[in-house]
């Protein structure tokens, strides 16, 4: 069992940006692929970028491209959303998500290849 804590949630223009960070309780952080959820009022949950366990890959839902950077520090146990030119469609409840796989560059970008996912942290941006 990870625990996931999310933070750097809040309200911002529209244009502006903010940084997402996710924290895992584990000794074992480089074993586990991690991506980034979200989910507006009345919308199913969905992808937005997941990284590889090595941090060396990457994927990216295409309303994000361009926008959003997903990064990992595997000494500090954190994966950070950077997202830039936010827009009120990116308000949303933001969930970081965890799960274990075997390659090293693998990235997951479904829902249901993640097992462990943090409380979420609430962005909204205003137009």
């Known amino acids: 069992q990870v625990q996931l804590v999310e933070s750097g949630g809040g309200l911002v223009q529209a244009g502006g940006s903010l940084r997402l960070s996710c924290v895992a309780s584990?000794?074992?952080?480089?074993?586990?692929?991690m991506g980034w959820f979200r989910q507006a009022p009345g919308k199913e949950r969905e992808f937005v970028t997941a990284?590889?366990?090595?941090?060396?890959?990457?994927v990216y839902a295409d309303s994000v491209k361009g926008r959003f950077t997903i990064s990992r520090d595997n000494a500090k146990n954190t994966v950070t959303l950077q997202m830039n030119s936010l827009q009120p469609e990116d308000t949303a409840v933001y969930y970081c998500?965890?799960?274990?796989?075997?390659?090293?560059?693998?990235?997951?970008?479904?829902?249901?290849?993640?097992?462990?996912w943090g409380q979420g942290t609430q962005v909204t941006v205003s137009s």
């Open positions: 990284i590889s366990r090595n941090g060396g890959s990457t």
């Open positions: 998500a965890a799960r274990f796989f075997k390659a090293d560059d693998y990235v997951g970008s479904k829902m249901y290849e993640y097992n462990q």
């Open positions: 584990t000794r074992t952080f480089s074993n586990y692929g």
